[in-house]
């Protein structure tokens, strides 16, 4: 197998080729990340519905991190693509530098807020004592572990930016593995391994993240990505770095956690219908993973296009690769969505036996599913805005309609009488109008201008 090249510039090859080069490793990667979190969810349904209802509760304050993280990730994304496609790859590194202080910045600080309002916002959310005793234990060994995260996303971004998403997608294949022989020792005590339930889990994840950022800088510092070590004047951050940064990265940032925060509501409104419905709702998410995935790793790619095409100072050849990325995503998406709809529940019970989770899964999944047939645009559609740069669109809209989850959904639940239907109903129409919409605002054309390296 020939070396892979330090940056590869997208823009000479082929339409498709471009494409399927990127989104197809990276899909392939974002598909093993869902197995990672399905293994999860598999040795801990083997404890009951209460230790899934608290690992659903825990995640959504987990996405709220992973979302801050999100802000460098994708800087680094931009700013390396763009780089390729200037010529000018020899910058890399320093820009990757003070992504990486500030990475490690922000997941302190998420960390100490999180001890602070950590527990009072689980017992906010109305969940039963034993919910909120196992959700806490899922995130302590988590959050002590989170700077090893923050800078995780980074490094894979900069392999995607280069045009390289075949070494993430080995770096991810080797995280589920050791994941996938950690988990049941931690979580269950096999052997000489202490019994830890939630906490082995979460423990494992963090082990996992170490390896693949260990195995991940190596392989940029052999590739002279890697910013080199200069002792104290390596963490030196100025406005100009923090501000180019927070400009590309925070407005995604800031949709994620807005994101997040919806779903700590919707928590809050399935609270009172018991632990089955959040059981439920923290299943289907990790089974929802694979459109969602599919469609990650198509956006990947009309990101990493879309910035080295812009650097190149062709922004119609990155719009049209835009759209046929997303014709090219819409395939596996119907192929996925026919599935759920006609054999979800079987699926279910890998996981499950437990009756009232498996029905309140297969509702909450087939509506999703059927959602996904136009939702997937907004994933999609999002790369090429954040490959531009121009991240403030995906950021209007997903906070609105995200936004506009709660009402909705607690007026299905409770005023129409449809109970956890109502939150799944409202969570599915609400992905329908998100996609429409994005597709339309990048239709328009505004974010051709954003041409420079941010």
């Not at 404890?47 to 994708?74: F, K, R, T």
């Not at 994941?179 to 391994?193: E, H, K, Q, R, S």
């Amino acid at each position: 197998m020939p070396p892979t090249p330090v940056a590869r510039d997208l823009t000479a090859l082929s339409p498709n080729r471009a494409i399927l080069s990127l989104a197809l490793p990276a899909a392939g990667a974002m598909l093993v990340q869902s197995l990672y979190y399905l293994v999860d969810t598999f040795w801990i349904g083997k404890l009951g519905a209460v230790p899934l209802a608290a690992m659903s509760a825990a995640s959504y304050l987990i996405w709220i991190a992973h979302s801050v993280a999100e802000m460098c990730s994708v800087a680094a994304n931009t700013l390396v693509a763009k780089s390729v496609g200037a010529r000018q790859a020899e910058k890399i590194a320093g820009y990757l530098r003070p992504i990486l202080v500030v990475a490690a910045l922000s997941a302190v600080a998420v960390s100490f807020i999180y001890a602070l309002i950590g527990k009072p916002l689980l017992a906010g959310l109305g969940l039963g004592d034993d919910v909120q005793h196992e959700a806490a234990r899922y995130l302590i060994p988590w959050l002590l572990g989170l700077p090893i995260v923050f800078l995780t996303l980074p490094v894979f971004a900069t392999f995607r930016g280069v045009g390289d998403t075949r070494t993430p997608l080995l770096l991810t294949g080797v995280m589920v593995c050791v994941n996938a022989v950690l988990d049941p020792l931690f979580i269950f005590g096999l052997g000489p391994f202490p019994r830890l339930g939630l906490a082995g889990a979460s423990l494992t994840t963090i082990f996992c993240h170490i390896v693949a950022l260990v195995l991940g800088v190596n392989i940029l510092r052999r590739r002279g990505l890697f910013p080199a070590w200069t002792g104290r004047a390596f963490f030196r951050l100025d406005w100009e770095d923090a501000a180019r940064i927070g400009r590309i990265g925070l407005p995604i940032a800031a949709n994620g956690v807005f994101f997040s925060i919806i779903y700590l509501g919707l928590t809050a409104i399935l609270a009172p219908f018991g632990p089955a419905p959040l059981a439920a709702l923290g299943l289907g998410h990790r089974m929802e993973a694979f459109p969602y995935f599919i469609s990650v790793g198509f956006a990947i790619a009309a990101t990493s296009l879309t910035g080295q095409y812009l650097g190149a100072h062709r922004p119609d050849d990155a719009e049209r690769l835009v759209w046929r990325t997303c014709a090219m995503a819409a395939l596996p998406i119907i192929v996925l969505s026919c599935a759920a709809l006609v054999a979800i529940e079987p699926l279910i019970r890998i996981f499950t036996n437990d009756p009232a989770v498996v029905a309140e899964a297969s509702v909450y999944l087939r509506i999703v599913a059927a959602s996904w047939l136009v939702g997937f645009l907004e994933l999609v559609v999002e790369g090429g805005f954040s490959g531009a740069g121009n991240t403030v669109p995906p950021l209007v809209i997903g906070t609105v309609f995200s936004a506009l989850r709660l009402p909705v959904a607690y007026v299905l639940a409770n005023s129409f009488g449809l109970g956890p239907a109502g939150v799944w109903w409202a969570v599915g129409l609400s992905m329908v109008v998100k996609g429409a919409l994005l597709a339309f605002w990048f239709k328009i054309g505004r974010w051709k201008r954003f041409t420079e390296a941010a």
